[in-house]
């Protein structure tokens, strides 16, 4: 059941980097894609998506931030 451990550090270790690299660009595209359905939702759930958007560009952030704090090393393998 938990073979596969190893391969989500892996995804982990990926999305951080990618986070770091490219936090700028994803950051803005959630922000596009939440005032897209906003926009299709006509406002009625803004709070909601604004809270969404939030939530993961808090997300972004940290990856970013964890990626940064490994200071460039390996990480040790699982």
Known sequence: MFDNL????????????MAEEHGDAISDGLEKAGELVDEKTGGKHSEQIDG???????????????????????????
């Not at 190893?6 to 980097?17: N, P």
């Not at 969404?52 to 699982?78: F, I, W, Y």
């Open 6 to 17: 190893g391969d989500l550090g892996k995804l982990k270790d990926k999305a951080e980097e």
């Open 52 to 78: 969404a958007v939030d939530k993961a560009q808090g997300l972004l952030d940290r990856l970013a931030e964890s990626a940064g704090n490994a200071g460039g090393k390996e990480r040790p393998a699982e």
